[in-house]
Nanobody
């Protein structure tokens, strides 16, 4: 059974930082691409950042230079370091992975990030 459990969300002032974590189980973590998505109120879910099994990363234009995605295969955990946060970053942040063989998507329950101005 695949489980993705996010943590690290909270309330932060504009300009501040947070680090999100996503602990994965039930998958061969080291071969999976791991991603962070977010969904703001009234908006569609959007890709924030992704990291492949080889460590290649990509980011949404809106977070480039401010957010960093990383992974620790020994801990089956992916991180999202978020710096210089703005109120526009307020959203529920979700961890995601896709089964590399069958293509099924798995999602965590999300963690809320609120950035006050």
């Amino acid at each position: 059974q695949v489980q993705l459990v996010e943590s690290g969300g909270g309330l932060v002032q504009a300009g501040g930082s947070l680090r999100l974590s996503c602990a994965a189980s039930g998958i061969i973590f080291s071969i999976n691409t791991m991603s962070w998505y977010r969904q703001a109120p009234g908006k569609q879910r959007e890709l924030v950042a992704a990291i492949t099994s080889g460590g290649s990363t990509n980011y949404a234009d809106s977070v480039k230079g401010r957010f960093t995605i990383s992974r620790d295969n020994a801990k089956n955990t992916v991180y999202l370091q978020m710096n210089s946060l703005t109120p526009e970053d307020t959203a529920v942040y979700y961890c995601n992975t896709r089964d590399p063989i069958y293509g099924q998507d798995y999602w965590g329950k999300g963690t809320l990030v609120t950035v006050s101005s």
